[in-house]
């Protein structure tokens, strides 16, 4: 399945004729962070990161969704870091919508290019440099791990999506697809991110309720979205970041397919304290 297509024009800023009308939301059960939002001046900086830039579209906040962050990180050619993580029970997911980057895990040095699927383990050594002649975009998924016992930690991986055929859902008869990087019946792992894809036509046919949270990043196409007692549109480049039992459904009309980029905790206990 091509990765040809994936969003990533984010950055400039509007013209003073624009008009100030947004489907940007803030709501106790879920936000929508469109791609207009995604302007120069809503970038951040990190520590220890070189010709870098981020944009912040989700962060743990109290009451609300509290399980991970996302950025979308952009790499001027020569930037990168040799300290990417601060955190030692960080772990990391790394998605690559644009260009190239190298990243050196445990020694080992890994190509990355659009498409590319990295898992970091938390307390893993690892660098980022953007090695080519043009920018990478990429997304970055960071969740603090919850340990349990008699488990081993899990181990990272690097991958493709061209290497992990989307799995149709139940009597969808392929309308409905999930590409799993992460085989969900290891419980090493305590979160999952995949790619969903819907056909033209494809639909959630069931009000989803569920304790996972989600982060939801529109790689491709368009589709009106359910989200708690609203139907927002959303395309290509739009954010939804949804707290845990935010009531969710899909309906992707097309004309083409629609695909995004899902974040969800799993296979843990929930703390009670």
Known sequence: MSSSNFYSNMGGLPPQTELLSSKAVFTTAYAVIPRTVMTDIVTSYLPHWDGTRAWVISRPLSGFSETFSQYIMEVQPGGGSDRPEPEKRAQGVLFVVE??????????????RPG????LPAGSRWTLWNKSAAPVKFHWIRKAFQEAEGLEPPPAI??????HPPQP????DGAWATTRFIDPADLRYDMHVTIVTFEPGGVIPF???HVMEHGLYVLEGRAVYRLNKDWVEVEAGDFMWLRAFCPQACYAGGPGRFRYLLYKDVNRHMPLW
């Not at 590319?116 to 898992?119: E, I, K, L």
């Not at 859902?169 to 969808?172: I, R, S």
Request: hydrophobic share 40%; charged share 25%; proline share 3%.
């Open 99 to 112: 260009g190239e980057m190298t990243v050196e895990f445990e020694g080992a040095s890994h190509a990355m």
């Open 116 to 119: 590319s699927f990295a898992f």
């Open 158 to 163: 690097f991958t493709h999506e061209e290497n």
């Open 169 to 172: 859902m139940p009597d969808t």
């Open 207 to 209: 009000m989803e309720t």
